[in-house]
Each structure stands twice: as C-alpha cells, then as structure tokens.
T-cell receptor, first 113, second 114 residues
Framework: AQSVTQPDIHITVSEGASLELRCNYSYGATPYLFWYVQSPGQGLQLLLKYFSGDTLVQGIKGFEAEFKRSQSSFNLRKPSVHWSDAAEYFC???????????FGTGTRLTIIP | EAQVTQNPRYLITVTGKKLTVTCSQNMNHEYMSWYRQDPGLGLRQIYYSMNVEVTDKGDVPEGYKVSRKEKRNFPLILESPSPNQTSLYFC???FGQGADSPLHFGNGTRLTVT
C-alpha cells in the first residue's frame, strides 16, 4: 500500500544542536514532497516542498530537506535548532499533483536548554 | 491578511446533535479541503472541493457532509455526530494549480462528542 512513514514519534534535541527528521514514502513514482510544521494550537505551515530538479531544497526558518530517490526518503534538517522550533513536523506527499496530500503521522520535536 | 478562518475553535456536543463547522478563506482560492487529525494517525482528508458546487470524498468521508455554494466558504456538517468523530479538524485551501500551490491551513477546530 502507498504510504508515508515518519519513523520517529518524538525527538528531543538540545538547543543549538543539529536536527534531522526522517521521512520515507512508498510510491511507484516520485511524488511531490512537502514538510509542514504545526506549532501548539496552530494550523500547519509549509516549510518547504520538492517537485523536481535540485534534490536539496531550502525552506523557511533555516530548514532544508534532501530528496534521495534511491532511498525513497525526504529528510528534514536544520544545522542549529532554536527553542522556537519545538513543534510537530509532518511530511506529506502529493502523488498526482492535485492537492490531495497524504500525511505521515508526525514527529514531535522537543528542545531542551 | 490572507487567512483561512474556522469557527468555532472548540466545540463540545452530544451524540446525535447536528453541528456545522464553518470555514472561510479570503484568498480567492478554488480548492478547499477538510482534514481530521488524530494522535498516531496524522492528518486524514475528509472531503475536498475543486470549485463551487464541485465536491468529492477524501479518505474518511463517512459521517460527514460538505457544501460549496460560494467560493470562499466550505462548511463541514456532521448530521449525527458520534464519539468516534471526536478529533481536531482543519480546513485548508489553495489556488488548485497543482502541487505548485501550497495549502493554507486554518487554526483548527477541536470537537468533542460525548
């Protein structure tokens, strides 16, 4: 079955440390790929997206993600996290380019001083 | 300010009592959608609409209705709510130009059905 997997339910990182959140998908072709962030009590905000071309994508708030076709992965990274990055992060795919997103189950990020 | 507005933010109701959650966007978006978010399940699409009077089922449409009489509004209707519809609901919209048009989300409606 087609799916989006975020294997880490919860990650804790020290402020200033680097971050990598994992996302894998299982589709026959390369879908459109997204990362969204959800702060407490808020809706989802788009961090970045990948359609084609350069496999390293830059987003807002200092985040980037790398698409690796061979691994069917689209991992999110940030070199140095800030306390304000504490939130829940969702990977999503759009396989037909028709706005119908399939979301992963999310990764909750906690930042410790 | 460009936004998607949902009301109410919080709603507690009883089984069987019809309710409507409103969603309005001020960006002239053609595409609108409803999602529910449950712990461990992420967001799942309930219904979507590509334009006025055009709606279609998402992944979990049972127990829900929608309508799209105007471009800006996309209400979610629960004719006879049940406890398994207790969830956090999000409305989203976009220009509908394919994946190049990102979704804008509302701030959510937390529904509790007792």
């Amino acid at each position: 079955a087609q799916s989006v997997t975020q294997p880490d339910i919860h990650i804790t990182v020290s402020e200033g440390a680097s971050l990598e959140l994992r996302c894998n998908y299982s589709y026959g072709a390369t879908p459109y790929l997204f990362w969204y962030v959800q702060s407490p009590g808020q809706g989802l905000q788009l961090l970045l997206k990948y359609f084609s071309g350069d496999t390293l994508v830059q987003g807002i708030k200092g985040f980037e993600a790398e698409f690796k076709r061979s691994q069917s992965s689209f991992n999110l990274r940030k070199p140095s996290v800030h306390w304000s990055d504490a939130a829940e992060y969702f990977c999503a795919v759009d396989i037909f380019g028709n706005e119908k997103l399939t979301f992963g189950t999310g990764t909750r990020l906690t930042i410790i001083p | 300010e460009a936004q998607v507005t949902q009301n109410p933010r919080y709603l507690i109701t009883v089984t069987g009592k019809k309710l409507t959650v409103t969603c309005s966007q001020n960006m002239n978006h053609e595409y609108m959608s409803w999602y529910r978010q449950d712990p461990g399940l992420g967001l799942r699409q309930i219904y979507y609409s590509m334009n006025v009077e055009v709606t279609d089922k998402g992944d979990v449409p049972e127990g829900y209705k929608v309508s799209r009489k105007e471009k800006r509004n996309f209400p979610l209707i629960l004719e006879s709510p049940s406890p398994n519809q207790t969830s956090l609901y999000f409305c989203a919209s976009s220009f509908g130009q394919g994946a190049d048009s990102p979704l804008h989300f509302g701030n959510g409606t937390r529904l509790t059905v007792t």
